[in-house]
C-alpha cells in the first residue's frame, strides 16, 4: 500500500535515513557517520540541521559523540514501538514495520474473548472475537510480541483477518476503515510493568531455566473510529532489554 507524502522535518528525514542503517545492521557498531559539515553538504541542509539530525540519533542512543573524533554508532537494541507509534508508521509508509525490523509467526484464530479483552472491546465476556499476533524482530532479537483483539464483525467484512498470514494491503485498522468508510478517529494507550510470567515467557521465546529477573514492559492500546466504535485492542509485550520512549516537539 502506497505511502503518505513524507512531510516530517528535514533533520528527522536524515536522522530516519541513518536509523534504518543503524537498525538494520548495515552500519555497524564503532562505525563513524559523515560530520556535520559533510552531513550538510549531502543532503543540502544547513549546518544547524545536520546537528540537530546527529542529537536526535544521540537521544535514541544509537550514537553517541567522541570529542574530537566525531559520532560513532553504538550496539544497542532499539526500542518498543506502542500501537499508537505503529499506527503512525503504517498510515506514514504503509507498514508497522520499524527501521530494521520485520515480522514474523503470523497466527490468526476466532476465540472467546478473555476479561480483559472484553471489556477493552465492549463486548460481553467469552463472545468470540478474532485474535492476530505476530513477533517484531531486529537483528538483537524480539522487539515486541504483539496480539490485536478485533471483534468478529470485521472478519465478515475482511475474511483474511482471521488468516494466520501476514495482511496484504494495509494494516488491520487500515483495513477496517477501508471497508467500513468510518476512519480512526482517536485511540487510548497505556504503558506498565509487569511481572514476567510464564506465558510472558514463552511469547518471548525466552529459556526457562534463564529467565531475567527485570518486568516486561506491556503496551496497550484501544483504537476508536469516527462513529465511537471500538475497533481494535493490541498488546504488545516488550522484548528482553527493550524499553519504550517517545518523543515530541515542545512549541516555546
Known amino acids: 500500500m502506497a505511502g503518505q507524502a513524507d512531510n516530517r522535518a528535514p533533520y528527522a528525514k536524515i536522522a530516519a535515513h541513518y536509523m534504518e542503517l543503524i537498525t538494520s545492521g548495515q552500519l555497524q557498531p564503532g562505525t563513524l557517520l559523515p560530520s556535520i559539515k559533510n552531513l550538510s553538504e549531502e543532503w543540502k541542509v544547513s549546518t544547524a540541521t545536520a546537528e540537530k539530525a546527529l542529537r536526535k540519533l544521540r537521544n535514541e542512543g544509537l550514537v553517541r559523540g567522541i570529542h574530537g573524533i566525531g559520532t560513532e554508532v553504538l550496539d544497542r537494541p532499539a526500542p518498543m ?51 492476530r499476533s505476530r513477533v517484531y524482530r531486529d537483528r538483537h532479537g524480539i522487539v515486541a510480541h504483539s496480539t490485536s483483539w478485533i471483534p468478529t464483525r470485521y472478519g465478515k467484512l475482511i475474511p483474511q483477518l482471521a488468516a494466520s498470514e501476514r495482511l496484504t494491503g494495509g494494516t488491520s485498522l487500515q483495513l477496517i476503515a477501508q471497508a467500513t468508510g468510518y476512519p480512526i478517529s482517536h485511540r487510548i494507550d497505556t504503558a506498565s510493568a509487569r511481572l514476567l510470567t510464564p506465558e510472558y515467557a514463552r511469547l518471548l521465546e525466552l529459556d526457562p531455566d534463564n529467565l531475567p529477573a527485570e518486568p516486561v514492559v506491556v503496551m496497550t492500546a484501544k483504537f476508536v473510529d469516527s462513529e465511537g466504535t471500538i475497533v481494535e485492542y493490541g498488546v504488545d509485550l516488550g522484548g528482553p532489554s527493550r524499553t519504550w520512549r517517545t518523543e515530541s516537539e515542545v512549541s516555546p
Open 81 to 131: 514501538s506502542s500501537g499508537a507509534q505503529r499506527q503512525d508508521r503504517g498510515r506514514r509508509t504503509g507498514s508497522s514495520w520499524g527501521a530494521g525490523e520485520r515480522s514474523d509467526s503470523h497466527q490468526a484464530a476466532i476465540v472467546p474473548a478473555p476479561p480483559e479483552v472484553a471489556h477493552a472491546l465492549d463486548i460481553e465476556p467469552s463472545s468470540d472475537v478474532i485474535r
